[in-house]
């Protein structure tokens, strides 16, 4: 059973199916095949994980789209959300 | 080809319920509206803060809702009650629903005397009105003539993977059986316009998305711009940043899998009602009561709203279908939600195998069998959008 879901080919971001704690195996489904990745935070049911190093300002794809963008350098296995993702749209700050 | 037990109406859809409806043209008339309702059975009250004191598009806007909820299928006939000195005419919301075939109603507190004098004469009316109603009998429609509103509110990242591609896959068995949905919701569809333009049906109607989405985040730009409300500009809740969602536009592009993955028919005004069936983007603001009200007034029978964090809310006479892909959240709230899709994350279920339920789930809704908001008695999302200097 894989512990974290990519929507689409494209995805740098999985999403994790139940909670993993930091340290933890996580299988995910990349196109190439099933990996693992080790959880580099605990990262909470629905929240993202990254699954390849993303530079800072490198577009965040989820849903085959972009999302956002790497505000710090992401290594594979991290939590994504909030601390290391900007985004223009939709806010003024 | 699918079918579901409605009530015929003099033109347009039919309805999937059968209730007389009591509004308001201001709310100084709420109160005889609610004592109205509260005496005669298969009556909802369409109370609401507004009709008096506006000008221009915010006037046009609540005149549009009232029109358009008036005339709204699911109500066999109205009646309408005035104060006699507010802006917005008992007689112009009148008109314009008798316009439509149906019975209407309508009395002028000022005119009657007192507010016991209206109340009393109200319930009469109303009760004629339900005595009618009760006479009519359901008939069988193919599916071409449902048209369903999509909405979502409370979201979590379950709602991207589960809750929205399953109600994005009925959408699309309604729309290949000839019938109708609406997307709406447009301040959270910022971020996913060009995606929405590429399946435009023309590139005019293409051209129309990217404009509807480009104005609506212009008019938030505006309404956010001094400094003092920098702490007010986010367009995404605590709640959805605690569920997983990160970007406004992670959120849109979760929330578009609502409408399918179909050809775009058109863009359509605040209260325009549909000619032809088709896939349509609605152009109202994403707050839930605003965005139902708005697919209310443009005529959807059923609206299906995906929640991952849980929300318990209805629209007086149109039943509200909630679904999560939240399995714990279904579970916790199960008083409130109608259908889990969250088998799909914790089962590994396909999204045509849970849509299907869903399928049977809105044909049913659209049948008469009770949505839970409307068994909880719910009416909050009955909200009239506003629009302040333009």
């Known amino acids: 059973m894989l512990t974290a879901l990519c929507i689409h080919p494209r995805d740098n971001v999985a999403v994790v199916l139940r909670e993993v704690r930091k340290g933890e195996d996580v299988l995910v489904n990349l196109n190439t095949g099933a ?43 991290e939590w994504v959300h909030l601390e290391n993702v900007y985004c223009e749209r939709g806010r003024e700050d | 080809m699918h ?37 005669v059975a298969g009556t909802v009250e369409l109370t609401h803060p507004v009709g008096c004191s506006q000008v221009g598009l915010d006037l046009e806007l609540t005149a549009k809702a ?7 299928p699911n109500f066999y ?50 009760q004629k009105l339900v005595e009618q109603a009760a006479k009519q009998q359901k008939e069988e429609f193919p599916l071409s003539e449902l048209c369903l509103g999509l909405k979502c509110g ?6 991207g993977i589960a809750a929205n591609p399953v109600l994005g896959w009925v959408t699309d068995q309604i729309v290949a059986e000839g019938g109708s949905a609406m997307l709406t919701e447009v301040t959270e569809l910022i971020g996913a316009e060009h995606v929405l333009a590429r399946r435009a049906v023309t590139p005019q109607v293409g051209q129309k998305i990217l404009e509807t989405i480009h104005n609506m985040e212009n008019k938030l730009k505006v309404g956010t711009a001094h400094c003092d409300l920098q702490n007010r500009s986010a367009l995404i809740s605590p709640g959805n940043e605690d569920g997983g969602v990160t970007t406004v536009v992670e959120k849109a ?29 609605l152009d109202c603001p994403g707050h839930d009561g605003e965005a139902v009200t708005g697919l209310a007034a443009s005529g959807c029978q059923v609206v299906v709203f995906t929640t991952g964090r849980g929300t318990p809310t209805g629209f007086p006479g ?40 869903l399928l049977k789930t809105v044909i049913e809704t659209a049948s008469g069998v009770p949505t839970k908001a409307e068994i909880g008695l719910h009416d909050e999302l009955f909200c009239i959008t506003r629009s302040y200097g333009g």
């Open chain 2, 66 to 72: 009232l029109k358009g909820v008036g005339r709204h």
């Open chain 2, 318 to 357: 149109v039943p509200v279908v909630k679904i999560t892909g939240n399995t714990s959240t279904y579970e916790r709230m199960k008083f409130n939600l109608d259908f889990n899709a969250g088998e799909i994350i914790d089962k590994g279920l396909s999204i045509p195998e849970v849509g299907t339920g």
């Open chain 2, 253 to 281: 592009l979760g929330g578009i899998h609502k409408g399918g993955t179909g050809p775009i028919t058109g863009v359509l005004a605040y209260g325009e009602p549909l000619v032809e069936h088709g896939l349509y983007i």
């Open chain 2, 77 to 126: 006939g109205v009646v309408v009650v005035g104060l006699g000195c507010e802006r917005f005419r008992a007689k112009e919301l009148a008109d314009s629903i008798a316009a439509t075939g149906k019975p209407v109603e309508m009395l002028v507190i000022q005119e009657e005397g007192d507010t016991q004098e209206a109340i009393a004469k109200g319930v009469l009316l109303a």
């Open chain 1, 35 to 77: 990996v693992h990745l080790t959880a580099q935070n605990d990262i909470p049911f629905g929240h993202k994980i990254a699954v390849t190093t993303l530079p800072v300002s490198k577009p965040i794809i989820k849903y085959g789209e972009e999302i956002g963008n790497a505000k710090t350098l992401i290594q594979p296995g």
């Open chain 2, 3 to 39: 079918t579901f037990y409605g009530y015929r109406r003099p033109q347009g859809l039919p309805g999937v319920r059968n209730l007389v409806a009591i509004i308001p043209s201001v709310f100084c008339a709420n109160t005889v509206v609610r004592r109205i309702t509260q005496q």
């Open chain 2, 154 to 159: 409370g979201t979590d990242a379950t709602s």
